[in-house]
């Protein structure tokens, strides 16, 4: 994933904040630099092209969040904890920056470059748990699995943002239902949903 600037970043979180505050995919560059605090000037010379920038912040966030996840899992074994972990870290985001939150919530079902979060590492995961015989599910209910795991996730995010649920019990809750459902036995699910969460790398964006 290449390096944004400084004034790209800005300008990048600012129109996250449109784009989850008023549910569309289109900005312009007067509405984007005033909600950057910045000179329309700044906007053309930072950004190439203003009318797909929904696009390139989707995509960057995508990027983004499945490197800094799989810098930590990377020494983790066992694909059970692994999915334990990313399903945890969502969840936590959702508390700590509500805007990428709220993005992810309205945009992450139907976005081409937001759906890799979900078919990358994760489908891994399931995959790999599969083979070792850790997961009960058929292989060709992969899908429906990847589903499943990305509504709990979803959910567990919306439960944080409406103040339902702290997020150490929306992520330990989902990881350990979406576990059980794979096929892992209740009490070790609850284990392994329920473990410290090592520091995740701190967000660029």
């Not at 700044?42 to 960057?60: Q, R, W």
């Not at 969040?65 to 904890?81: F, H, K, S």
Request: charged share 25%.
């Amino acid at each position: 994933m290449a390096a944004l600037t400084p004034a790209q970043r800005r300008l990048y979180k600012a129109a996250l904040q449109l784009f989850a505050d008023t549910g569309v995919t289109r900005v312009g560059v007067s509405e984007l630099a005033q909600a950057a605090g910045v000179a329309r000037g700044t906007v053309y010379n930072n950004i190439s092209d203003v009318d797909g920038l929904f696009f390139e912040v989707a995509g960057h966030l995508s990027a983004e969040m499945n490197e800094r996840i799989a810098l930590v899992i990377r020494e983790v074994e066992d694909p059970a904890l692994r999915l334990a972990y990313g399903i945890r870290y969502f969840t936590r985001r959702a508390h700590e920056d509500p805007p990428w939150g709220r993005f992810m919530c309205r945009f992450a079902l139907n976005t081409a470059s937001l759906q890799e979060i979900w078919t990358g590492q994760p489908v891994k995961d399931l995959v790999e748990g599969l083979e070792k015989g850790r997961y009960r599910f058929k292989r060709e209910q992969l899908i429906s699995a990847v589903a499943v795991l990305t509504g709990a996730v979803l959910g567990a995010m919306l439960l944080v943002l409406e103040g339902r649920k702290t997020w150490r019990e929306a992520g330990s809750d989902a990881a350990e239902l979406v576990l059980v459902a794979l096929g892992i036995p209740r009490d070790e699910a609850g284990v392994l949903a329920g473990g410290e969460l090592p520091t995740l790398p701190p967000a660029p964006l």
